[in-house]
C-alpha cells in the first residue's frame, strides 16, 4: 500500500499530520476535555478509525445488536473514544508534551527572573519539531525510519513540559522493558492512504467517503480474528464481532462482579427462569383426578387456630367443582395408567390411610375431604413412607434429646414474645398478624424438562432422542421415596417437581403464597430439599422468589412451640439448619453478597451463643435443663460442625467478593473446628494465593501442608503434597514439572480424577494435543461415572474445537455417552453444543 | 470458508493494514488443512456449590454422598468451594500491555488426503511491526488425514492497540498444486496500569516521589515488584516497608494484591549520590530521576511487566543564590542564643560578592551584626555561614529576615521562612 504512495500527496499528509499531532492534545488538555473538537480534527478521528481497523474497537463486550446505520456513528464514537486511549500510548506521548508548550511561553513571560535561556530551549524544542515534521515529509510511510522520528520527539518533549508544572501529576506514559520508545503513530500516517490521489488539500469529503465504504464493508462478511472459527462466518460474525466468543463456565470467584468483562459464568449463562412447559397445576386441577399427592400429608397439623386463618389449606380440593368426581374417571384412568405403567403403585392409594391418621385431630374444621376413589391401602405402607413421621403422641412421647438438640435455635426477641405467650394461653387463641406469619407458596409450576433430551432432539432427531431414558415426577413413588430416588439418580429436574406437587398437597401450591397455611416439619424439609436443588441447578432466581415469604425464618409459626396442640412439648426451630445455611448463601449468586455475609454473620452468632450456653452447663437455648454429660458431648460437637459449616459459608462468600484476605483468615480459622481438615484447608488457602499470583505466600502455605500431612504420619508422600507441588509449577510455568508431579499423584493414585484431568491439561500447553485429547478420551470411555463431569467435558470439548473440523459429532457422541448415564440435572453447557 | 478469506484478506488490504495482498487465494478444492487458534491464557481452578444437608434432614446423606462422588471437590472438606480441578480458558479474554500473549496453534489435516511439504507461519502485526513468532521455519513434509502440527507461540506484548496474528499455510496437494492461505486472528491490547508520579522537594537535596499506581484491569492484580530505578545521579530508598525487628512489612498490609480500579501508592526517596551533591549549582533543570519497574501476576501466575518512560523532575527554581540550613536545633529555650549554619550557594553563572544583612522579626533576633561582607563567591561555590540568633516568643516559630545583596548587581535576595524551631520555656519543661 505505501508503495502506492504518489510524490505529491506528500504535503497534504504532512498538513494531516499536523493537525492531528495537536488534536489529541485538545483533548487531552488538562483544564476540561471538551468534547466539541474543531471539526477538521473530527474528521481526523474519523479517518483514523479507518485505519486502525474498523470493527477492531468493538471490544469483545460489545454486542453488534445495532442497526447498521446506527452502529457506523457508534462505532466512530467508540472509536473516539479510543483514539484518545491510544494517545495515552507511548505512540503519541509527543503530543502531550507539545501543548504545555503553549501555556509555557505565556508562564514565561509572566515571569520575572526567568533568563532567555528558557525560550532558547523552546525555540529548539520547536525547530526539532519542524525538522521532525521534514523527516516525515521525507519518510512518509517508511515504518523503520518514523520510529527514529518518535524517538527524537519523546527525547526532546520532555524538556518543554516538565518546567511547567513540576510539582504537577504527571501522567506518565507506560512502555514495556527493552522498549522506551515505539511505535508509529498509525493515526498520523495512515490518512494518506484514504485520501484520494486527486492530492486535494481539504481531505474531508475523502474521508468521509472512505470511512462509509470503509462501514459499508464492515457489514459484510468480516475478517479476520474468529478463534475456532467455524465454517459459517458470517453467522459467527452476527453473535460475535470480534470472534472472541464469551462462553461458559468460569469459576465464580473470578467472574463475579467483573462488571465488563467476557466471563460469564454458568449461572449466568444458564436460563435462570424455568422455561415454558405444562404446569404442574395442571397436574392437580385439569385432570379431573382427585390429587394423588394430596393426601400425602397428613393434616392434623391444622389445628383449631390454624385452620381459621387458613382456609385456603386444603383449597385444591375445596378449590375444584364438585363434579369433578364424576368426571373423574378418565381422567384418573390416564394419570394412573402412566404410573402403573412404571410399576409405581396408583398415588390413590394414599389416601385411605391419610384419612385415618386424620381422623384424631383437635377440632378439624378444614372442607370435608371427598372421599377416596380407590381402596385405602394397608396403613403400615405409609407408616413406611413416613420414616420420621409426626405422630403427635409419638413424638411427645418419643420426644427425644436429639430432637431438641437438632432443633434448637435462637428466636427474636419479638419471636420469642410470641412464642411464650402461645405456651402460656395454650387453649386460647392469641392473635398473630399475618405479616409475621410465613406463608410461600411455589412461585412457578411448569415442568423443568430434560436439557439433555432437548438439546438431543434439536441436534439428532427424534429418533436419537427417544433412547434417552430418565426418571420423572410421574415415574417414582409421590413420596419422601420417590423424591430420594430422584435425587440419587441426579434427577434434579424432576426432583423439584415432585416437591411442588408434595407441597400442593400440603396447600403450598402455585399461587399460595400470601395466604395463611400451616407448617409442619415435613413441609419445611420438602421446601428445603426443593430450595436446595434448585441451588444445585443455578436456579437461583427461582429459589430466592420462593424463599421470599419465609422472610428471615424467624416468623413464630416455624417453630413448633406455636403448635402446641400438635407438637405438644416440642420447642425448637421447625426450619431445618441446613435450610438457614442455604437461605444465608442464596443472596450471593444473585449478585448480593453483603447479604450473604449479613445473614451468615447472624447464623454465627447464634452458633456460637448456643455453645456458649453449653459450656456453662446449660441447654443449648440457654435454660436450667440439665443435660447428661453424653448429651452435652454430642451437642457440642454438632453446633461446632454446624459453626465450622457457617464458617465455610462465610469464606466461600468472601472469596466469591474477592475479599481474599478475609476469606483467608476465615478459612484460616476453620481449622480450630475441623483440625482433621487442616490439610484441605491450608492447601486451599494456598490456591487462593496461587489465583491472586502471590506465589511466594502459597508456597509457604503449602510448605506448612507438608509439615501438617508429617505429623499425621501417612509415611509416604501425600497426594495432596505432590499435587500442590504440581501447582506450583504449573505457576511457574514449567508446565513439564507440573505434568510429572499430576503423573506422580497418579501412581500413587492411579483413579485421582483431578490429577487425570489435570495432567491432560498440562499436556496441552506443552503443544501436546493429541496425547491430551486421547488421555482425556480414555477416561472418560473407561469410567464414565467419574469424568462425566462438567469441568473434564468442557475440558474436552474445548480441545475437540481445537483439534478438528468435525468437533461437532465429536461433542454429539459425547452427548450420547452423557444422555445413557446422567440424570436431568446435567449441565449441558460444558458441552458447548449450542 | 475460502471465499469468506479472500474477503478477508481483500477486505484488510483496503484498511491499508500494511499486508499485501496474498499472491494466490486458496482454491475450493480439498483437501486443505485447516488453522485452529487457541489462546492459552492460564487455566483455572474449577469452583464447586456446596450445597449440604444434615443426616437427619430429608435427604439424608444424599447430598454429601453426591458430593463425595463429585470429582471436583476436595475429598474430606467438600464445603471448601475452590477445587482442584484445571479447566482450561474458555475465551479470548482481554490482554494487557506487559503481559504474554501465547497460543496454541493447530493446523489439522481434516481431508482423507495427504498433503505435503507444509509450512506454517505465524507472524504478528502490530501497529509499528511484525514479528515472526513461530518456532520453527521449517516445512513439514507431510500431513497425514487426522493429524496436526501443533506449535505454542508466545510473545511478550509491548504495544497497545489493534494486534493481528496472521497464521499462513503454504502446502502441497497430492496433484502436485501448490497452495497458500492465511487466516487473521485480530485482537486489541490495552492498558492495564495506571501511573501517576508526584514529586516533592525537602528543605535538603533530597527529593521524594510518590507514584500512585491503579490497576485498571478487571481483575485483581498481585504487585510482585514496584521498584524504583534511580539514574545515575540519584541513591534511592524505598519507603514502602516499615521495619519491625528482623523483616519489613509492607505498607499495605497483608495482601499485596490490587483490586480492580484500585489504587496504591508507593513513596521513594531519592537522594542525590554524594558526587553531584558536592556540586549543588548541577542539579537544576530537568533531572532524570529514574524510572519505575512494575512487575505483577494475576491468575495462578501469569506474569505481566512494565516499565515507565524516565521520570523527570523539575528540580526547583533556586535563583541565584540559594540558601540551605545545614545545621539547626529542633528545640531550643527561650530568650537563649542559639546557632545555625547556613550555606549559601551560588547557583548563578557569574560571580557574586555577597552582603549579609539580618533584620528582626517579632520573634527572632539575631544576634551580630548586620551588613556583613561575605566576599567574593565564584558560580557553584558555596560557603557556610555560622549565625546566632534568640526567640523571645514561644511555640513553633519561623526563622526569617535574612537578606543577600549582591553589590555587583544591586540585587537583594530575601529569605523568609527558612526553617522553623520549636521554641520553649526551660523552667517549664524542667518540671515537666
Keep these: ?834 | 470458508m475460502e471465499v469468506n478469506q479472500a474477503k478477508q484478506e481483500h477486505l484488510l488490504a483496503l484498511k491499508g493494514l500494511h499486508m499485501e495482498i496474498s499472491g494466490k487465494f486458496p482454491t475450493f478444492c480439498n483437501p486443505k488443512p485447516n488453522v485452529y487458534l487457541m489462546r492459552l491464557t492460564k487455566p483455572t481452578l474449577f469452583t464447586n456449590m456446596p450445597v449440604t444437608c444434615e443426616d437427619r434432614d430429608l435427604p439424608g446423606d444424599l447430598f454429601g454422598r453426591l458430593m463425595k462422588e463429585d470429582p471436583s471437590t476436595i475429598k474430606g472438606s467438600e464445603a471448601l468451594m475452590l477445587g482442584e480441578m484445571l479447566t482450561l480458558p474458555q475465551n479470548f479474554g482481554n490482554i494487557f500491555l506487559g503481559e504474554t500473549f501465547s497460543s496454541y496453534i493447530s493446523v489439522n489435516n481434516d481431508s482423507s488426503q495427504l498433503v505435503k511439504d507444509i509450512l506454517v507461519k505465524a507472524d504478528l502485526q502490530t501497529s509499528s511491526q511484525r514479528l515472526n513468532l513461530s518456532a520453527s521455519n521449517n516445512a513439514v513434509t507431510e500431513l497425514k488425514p487426522e493429524s496436526c502440527i501443533d506449535d505454542v507461540i508466545h510473545h511478550e506484548v509491548k504495544e497497545i492497540g489493534t494486534h493481528i496474528l496472521v497464521c499462513a499455510v503454504s502446502y502441497t496437494t497430492q496433484a502436485g498444486e501448490k497452495l497458500y492461505f492465511r487466516k487473521f486472528f485480530k485482537f486489541q491490547v490495552l492498558k492495564p496500569l495506571d501511573v501517576k508520579t508526584k514529586f516533592y522537594n525537602a528543605e535538603t537535596d533530597e527529593v521524594f516521589l510518590e507514584a500512585q499506581i491503579q490497576n485498571i484491569t478487571t481483575s485483581s492484580m498481585f504487585m510482585e515488584k514496584v521498584s524504583l530505578e534511580p539514574s545515575m545521579m540519584y541513591n534511592v530508598a524505598e519507603l514502602n516497608t516499615v521495619e519491625t525487628e528482623d523483616e519489613g512489612t509492607s505498607t499495605f498490609g497483608k495482601m499485596s494484591y490490587l483490586q480492580p480500579m484500585d489504587t496504591r501508592q508507593y513513596l521513594y526517596c531519592l537522594k542525590p549520590k554524594p558526587e553531584f551533591a558536592e556540586k549543588a549549582g548541577v542539579i537544576k533543570g530537568v533531572t532524570v530521576i529514574g524510572k519505575l519497574d512494575i512487575v505483577w501476576k494475576t491468575n495462578l501466575g501469569e506474569r505481566g511487566r512494565l516499565q515507565t518512560s524516565q521520570l523527570q523532575r523539575m528540580a526547583p527554581g533556586y535563583g541565584d543564590v540559594r540558601l540551605s540550613l545545614e545545621m539547626i536545633p529542633d528545640t531550643v529555650n527561650l530568650e537563649e542564643p542559639f546557632d545555625i549554619t547556613c550555606k549559601i550557594t551560588n547557583c548563578s553563572e557569574r560571580t557574586m560578592d555577597l552582603v549579609l544583612e539580618m533584620c528582626n522579626t517579632c520573634s527572632i533576633h539575631w544576634c551580630g551584626v548586620s551588613g556583613r561582607q561575605l566576599g567574593k563567591v565564584s558560580p557553584s561555590a558555596s560557603l557556610a555561614l555560622p549565625l546566632k540568633l534568640l526567640s523571645s516568643v514561644q511555640g513553633l516559630q519561623s526563622i526569617s529576615g535574612l537578606r543577600l545583596t549582591d553589590t555587583f548587581l544591586k540585587r537583594t535576595y530575601e529569605y523568609d521562612d527558612i526553617a522553623q524551631v520549636c521554641v520553649v520555656c526551660p523552667y517549664m519543661s524542667r518540671e515537666s
Excluded at chain 1, 414 to 427: C, D, G, H, P
Excluded at chain 1, 466 to 475: D, E, H, I, P, W
Excluded at chain 1, 791 to 814: D, G, I, P
Aim: net charge negative; glycine share 4%; with cysteine.
Design chain 1, 1 to 834: 500500500m505505501d508503495n502506492n504512495e504518489t510524490p505529491a500527496q506528500r504535503p497534504v499528509t504532512l498538513d494531516i499530520t499536523g493537525t492531528v499531532e495537536v488534536k489529541p492534545s485538545l483533548s487531552e488538555a488538562p483544564i476540561s476535555p471538551e468534547p466539541s473538537l474543531l471539526p477538521s480534527s473530527d474528521v481526523h478521528f474519523q479517518e483514523e478509525s479507518i485505519d486502525l481497523g474498523g470493527e477492531s474497537f468493538i471490544t469483545p463486550e460489545e454486542d453488534s445488536h445495532s442497526t447498521p446505520s446506527e452502529s457506523l456513528m457508534d462505532k466512530l464514537n467508540d472509536q473516539m473514544m479510543e483514539s484518545v486511549m491510544i494517545s495515552d500510548s507511548p505512540i503519541n506521548s509527543e503530543e502531550d508534551d507539545v501543548v504545555p508548550m503553549d501555556n509555557l511561553l505565556e508562564q514565561f513571560e509572566e515571569r520575572e527572573e526567568e533568563p532567555a535561556a528558557a525560550v532558547v530551549k523552546e525555540t529548539l524544542v520547536e525547530e526539532e519539531k519542524e525538522e521532525v515534521g521534514e523527516k516525515v515529509d521525507d519518510l512518509i510511510g517508511q515504518d523503520t525510519t518514523e520510529i527514529k522520528i518518535e524517538a527524537a520527539m519523546m527525547q526532546t518533549s520532555p524538556v518543554a513540559s516538565s518546567p511547567e508544572e513540576p510539582l504537577e501529576n504527571v501522567k506518565q506514559k507506560l512502555t514495556t522493558v527493552d522498549q522506551d520508545v515505539i511505535t508509529v503513530s498509525v493515526s498520523a500516517v495512515t490518512p494518506e492512504d484514504s485520501t484520494p490521489s486527486s492530492g486535494s488539500p481539504k481531505p474531508e469529503a475523502a474521508a468521509l467517503e472512505a470511512s462509509s465504504k470503509e462501514t459499508t464493508s464492515k457489514d459484510e462478511s468480516i475478517p479476520v480474528c474468529t478463534i475456532f472459527s467455524q465454517g459459517s462466518q458470517p453467522k459467527a460474525q452476527a453473535l460475535v464481532p470480534d470472534g472472541f466468543q464469551p462462553t461458559l463456565i468460569k469459576s465464580p470467584s473470578f467472574s463475579s462482579g467483573t462488571g465488563g468483562s467476557t466471563e460469564i459464568t454458568p449461572s449466568q449463562l444458564a436460563p435462570l427462569v424455568c422455561q415454558p412447559s405444562p404446569s404442574l397445576s395442571k397436574f392437580f386441577s385439569d385432570s379431573g383426578h382427585v390429587n394423588p399427592a394430596t393426601d400425602f400429608f397428613d393434616s392434623f397439623t391444622t389445628s383449631s387456630f390454624i385452620s381459621i386463618s387458613n382456609p385456603n389449606a386444603e383449597s385444591p380440593k375445596s378449590a375444584a367443582p364438585p363434579e369433578r368426581q364424576l368426571s373423574a374417571s378418565s381422567g384418573s384412568s390416564l394419570s394412573t395408567s402412566g404410573l402403573t405403567e412404571s410399576g409405581i403403585p396408583t398415588p390413590s392409594s394414599f389416601i385411605g390411610p391419610t384419612q385415618t391418621e386424620a381422623t384424631p385431630r383437635p377440632l378439624q374444621q378444614a372442607p370435608v375431604e371427598p372421599a377416596p376413589a380407590t381402596a385405602p391401602q394397608p396403613f403400615t405402607q405409609l407408616q413406611a413412607v413416613f420414616s420420621g413421621g409426626d405422630d403427635p403422641f409419638a413424638t411427645a412421647l418419643n420426644m427425644s434429646e436429639a430432637d431438641k438438640r437438632y432443633d434448637a435455635w435462637l428466636p427474636s426477641e419479638e419471636t420469642r414474645k410470641v412464642l411464650i405467650s402461645m405456651a402460656t394461653q395454650q387453649y386460647s387463641q392469641v392473635f398473630v398478624e399475618r405479616e409475621r406469619l410465613a406463608m410461600p407458596g411455589l412461585k412457578f409450576d411448569n415442568l423443568q424438562g430434560d436439557a439433555v433430551k432437548d438439546l438431543m432432539v434439536r441436534l439428532m432427531g427424534e429418533q436419537a432422542a427417544m433412547k434417552r431414558q430418565v426418571l420423572t415426577a410421574n415415574s417414582v413413588e409421590q413420596s419422601f421415596l420417590g423424591l430420594k430416588q430422584l435425587i440419587s439418580t441426579k434427577n434434579w429436574r424432576a426432583a423439584v417437581d415432585l416437591t411442588g406437587r408434595l407441597l400442593t398437597a400440603h396447600g403450598q401450591g402455585y399461587g399460595k403464597a400470601g395466604q395463611p397455611s400451616s407448617h409442619n416439619t415435613d413441609s419445611l424439609q420438602l421446601w428445603f430439599v426443593r430450595l436446595a436443588l434448585l441451588t444445585k441447578l443455578s436456579l437461583f432466581q427461582n429459589a430466592e422468589m420462593e424463599l421470599e415469604p419465609f422472610g428471615n425464618l424467624d416468623q413464630p409459626d416455624l417453630y413448633y412451640e406455636y403448635y402446641p396442640t400438635v407438637y405438644p412439648g416440642r420447642r425448637g426451630s421447625m426450619v431445618p439448619f441446613s435450610m438457614r445455611v442455604l437461605h444465608a448463601e442464596l443472596p450471593q449468586y444473585l449478585g448480593k453478597p453483603q447479604e450473604s455475609l449479613d445473614r451468615l454473620h447472624s447464623m454465627r452468632t447464634v452458633c456460637q451463643t448456643i455453645l456458649d450456653n453449653l459450656e456453662q452447663g446449660l441447654a443449648e437455648d440457654g435454660s436450667m435443663i440439665n443435660l447428661t454429660q453424653e448429651n452435652r458431648q454430642a451437642s457440642l460437637q454438632l453446633w461446632k460442625s454446624r459453626l465450622s459449616r457457617v464458617m465455610y459459608a462465610m469464606a466461600n462468600c468472601l472469596l466469591m467478593m474477592k475479599d481474599y484476605v478475609l476469606a483467608v483468615e476465615t478459612y484460616h480459622s476453620i481449622i480450630q473446628y475441623e483440625p482433621q481438615q487442616k490439610v484441605q484447608l491450608l492447601s486451599g488457602i494456598g490456591r487462593i494465593f496461587l489465583q491472586i499470583g502471590d506465589i511466594k505466600t502459597a508456597e509457604k502455605y503449602f510448605l506448612d501442608v507438608e509439615k501438617a500431612s508429617l505429623e499425621k504420619g501417612s509415611g509416604t508422600t501425600d497426594t495432596c503434597v505432590l499435587m500442590n507441588r504440581a501447582f506450583i509449577y504449573l505457576s511457574q510455568n514449567n508446565y513439564s514439572e507440573a505434568h510429572s508431579s499430576f503423573a506422580e499423584v497418579l501412581k500413587i493414585d492411579p483413579k485421582n480424577p483431578v490429577a487425570n484431568n489435570n495432567a491432560a491439561v498440562c499436556l496441552l500447553y506443552l503443544g501436546r494435543l493429541k496425547e491430551s485429547l486421547r488421555q482425556l478420551e480414555g477416561l472418560v470411555q473407561q469410567d464414565p461415572a467419574l469424568y462425566l463431569h462438567e469441568s473434564v467435558l468442557f475440558n474436552l470439548t474445548t480441545m475437540y474445537e481445537l483439534e478438528s473440523s468435525r468437533s461437532t459429532q465429536k461433542k454429539q457422541a459425547l452427548l450420547e455417552s452423557v444422555a445413557c448415564r446422567e440424570g436431568d440435572s446435567f449441565n449441558t453447557q460444558c458441552l458447548k453444543l449450542v
